[in-house]
């Protein structure tokens, strides 16, 4: 016998979506404190409302917002959308991709995935970026550490990227933590009243797969181990198949908001996600290279989920090791981009990503060229010991030193580590490091939250 559904529910969700012009998300209609099985059922009930023609849906997944009927989302976009749009002088290209993705889905032809895409894709002959567009990227995300090791100059501004990229990043999956929400959770463990708990995780899980790709920035590259593994990060607590974190899909999915139909059998996605890492990993130029990730990786879908977080963060893999500005996607409007996206998934056209990716890195090394300018030259003492200060303090945090243990530890080490020239200077710097440290810049150390926070008590 079919399970009647409440029709006390049900009127007030279709009241609460009526009831507002911008439409709703669905953590609007949900408590604070739901469960992942609440947030299920509310998900089901919004799919049966909108099979049932009493409500409308607009935008994909987690950036999906519910109308009610005869309301298209180009008529009740919110304002701020569209002075967001204004921030990004399209060419007429780019204009028409948007307008093509933005019709109604019965006037879109479904597609599939076309494997041509990648295959027609030559690295360092076919080019997304014209050469004129690429040493203007360069010009602007060039930095004065060329020469030094992968990842200098993004450590040097971790603390920032931390909240820029997971803030950006996060928001463009609809995620509704502020800036300042963001950095009080960063920096000191604080998490927003009224959020949901997913989009708490999906923060901290930005924390650690930013953390991973700065800290291993000499090993990471376009291979399985990197994109698993970054994979891996982001969708922690996040999917409904613990075994699903970190692994290729096995089963079909769908594009909300879309006509596009991804690869559905396992063996063939599998053989695809590796010719699309050699292609990539080929590619020398790092915007291009940073600019195909950000293409191909959400084409494929595959994983179950968190693709396009994937790309985001992917994007970055090249311009951390060439120690060049990062993507942080800063002030990117969530409608251009989504937009661009549906223009690869529907179209195979790159135009319109590529103007907001070329716009996007041009607001970043803004950003990141005034950061720099603030923080003065890197420490040459800190640059040459940076890999001994990160053992010996990765071993008091993980052992629970207090002040006179950690002292008696650290000459101890230094006795034997470090040049007799230089040990009173490394035990001074690495005594202020540790006096220094908090929730916000103890990544770089490679210990886990539940190591620090218990090393913290016992550091008094």
């Known amino acids: 016998m079919a399970r009647k559904r409440s029709p006390n529910n049900e009127e007030k969700i279709l009241a609460a979506i009526s ?14 404190d739901a469960t992942p099985a609440q947030r299920k059922a509310m998900q089901r009930r919004l799919k049966q409302l909108v099979a049932e023609k009493k409500i409308e849906v607009h935008g994909a997944r987690k950036a999906a917002r519910y109308f009610a009927p005869g309301k298209p989302a180009q008529q009740t976009r919110p304002a701020r959308h569209a002075a967001e749009d204004a921030a990004i002088s399209l060419s007429p290209s780019a204009e028409k991709i948007r307008k093509s993705v933005r019709r109604p889905i019965p006037k879109r032809t479904p597609v599939g995935y076309n494997r041509d895409f990648l295959e027609s894709y030559r690295p360092n002959e076919t080019f997304y970026l014209p050469i004129s567009e690429r040493k203007r990227l360069r010009a602007i995300g060039q930095t004065d550490l060329p020469d030094q090791p992968a990842g ?4 040097q501004i971790m603390q920032r990227l931390l909240i820029d990229l997971a803030f950006n990043s996060s928001r463009l999956e609809g995620n509704t933590y502020s800036l300042l929400d963001t950095e009080r959770l960063l920096a000191l463990g604080q998490v927003a009243q ?40 982001l969708s922690n607590n996040l999917l409904n198949d613990p075994a699903a974190v970190g692994n290729l899909r096995k089963i079909g999915v769908g594009i909300g908001g879309s006509v596009y139909k991804p690869l559905e059998i396992p063996a ?31 084409y494929l879908q595959a994983f179950e989920d968190v693709n396009k977080r994937v790309s985001r963060l992917g994007a970055n893999i090249p311009l951390i090791r060439g120690n060049l500005r990062p993507l942080s996607f800063i002030d990117v409007p969530d409608d251009l981009y989504t937009s661009g996206m549906l223009g690869i998934y529907e179209l195979n056209r790159v135009d319109l990503l590529r103007e907001v990716f070329v716009w996007a890195y041009r607001r970043s090394a803004q950003q990141y060229a005034a950061v720099r300018q603030t923080l003065g030259e890197p420490d040459a003492f800190r640059l040459a010991y940076r890999d001994q200060m990160r053992e010996v303090i990765s ?22 580590k470090i040049p007799p020239v230089d040990r009173d200077q490394f035990v001074r710097v690495v005594e ?25 008590t016992a550091w008094g």
């Open 432 to 456: 202020t490091e540790l006096t220094s440290l908090h929730e916000g810049n103890f990544v770089r150390y490679r210990v886990r939250p539940s190591e620090f926070r218990a090393w913290r």
């Open 194 to 233: 009224g959020k949901a708990n997913q989009e708490t995780q999906m923060i901290l899980n930005h924390k650690d797969a930013i953390d991973f790709l700065v800290s291993d920035a000499e090993e990471i590259g376009f291979n399985r181990h990197t994109i698993l593994n970054l994979h891996g990060l």
């Open 152 to 155: 200098t100059y993004a450590k």
């Open 395 to 416: 071993e008091i945090i993980r052992e629970r030193f207090d002040k006179v243990a950690a002292v008696n530890h650290l000459r101890q080490w230094t006795a034997t």
């Open 268 to 298: 063939v996605i599998e053989e695809v996600f590796d010719q699309l890492l050699h292609t990539a990993s080929l590619i020398e130029d790092p915007f291009e290279q940073a600019f195909f990730a950000l293409v191909h990786i959400p």
């Open 19 to 32: 009831g507002n012009s911008d439409g709703v998300a669905i953590g609007e209609l949900l408590e604070p």
